[in-house]
């Protein structure tokens, strides 16, 4: 492989997936499939912090392949599974998270269609939005994408409620990171970095005029977690196909020396740095072999 720096993307590492995760495709890796990542990329290359690959890349010191590892949405078992595996690499990873889930104020709208899913509460969820477009033999999960809005995450929030206890909703705040969670991962050198307060898409034309929002809200939050320069701003629901065409615009508006985090499944090149931009590649849960091949676009 040529002299690179890829930075991985996860969510959850778990040997279970829950009722809130199972209909999210991706959302978790089983630990032996990370330490199987971890074991391959570190033979071809050297596994590396976010902030040591920023600093190698703008400097030109890559002498081999560099690989970094950023997990999504803030899970709780990140800690209990990904934190061991990584550090018998010697290295650390980067985690995003989001400030009503750490706080147990909402739920990963994306989650809440899980359950419902588990709970046979989907055939509810499509009659209440057909008034917002929804027609049969469409993907519910699709739609909810496509025509994100506040109505719509509102009659996902209204059914969930409805089709679940009390004890039901409390455990499924319990899948994410707490304060304490997320400061165990700090003192073991981990970064943890700004994912919006609520996961909403604010990268596309439906939230646009939320992003700033959005972020700042989480950074107000959880200013004594995310204290630290530069700041990260890691870009929900990010489908490159259908980022607004101002979402660059608005980023640069913000102003501060922060980066913002995109998926894009490609490498960070010396060029994105300038921009403030970092790509991700999303990690398939499949073999090492099979991931270099992912790594290099085949």
Known sequence: MTPSWTILLYH???WEETPGSRGIEGA???PDVLREHAATLSRVGRLVSVEEGIRRLR??????????????DGLADVRRYALPILSEHGVTGAVSVCSRF?????LHWQFKLSFLAHVDGL???RSRLRKHGFMTGMSLKRFTMDHCSEAVLEAVSRVYEGCTTPEERAAALELFADRDGLRELQKAGWLVTNHTAAHY????????HKLEDQFAECADELGDLLAGSPEYWVLPCDRPMHRSPTLLECFGQTGGDRYLILVGNQRTEPDDLDRRLLFRVCAPACGGDELLRVIQGK
């Open 102 to 106: 750490v706080d147990r104020k909402e």
């Open 123 to 125: 055939r509810i969820l």
């Open 28 to 30: 978790t890796h089983p």
């Open 59 to 72: 400097s030109g010191d890559l002498p081999s392949p560099l690989f970094s590892f950023w997990f999504d």
């Open 201 to 208: 898409p604010v990268g596309e034309d439906s939230f646009i």
């Open 12 to 14: 959850n590492i778990s």
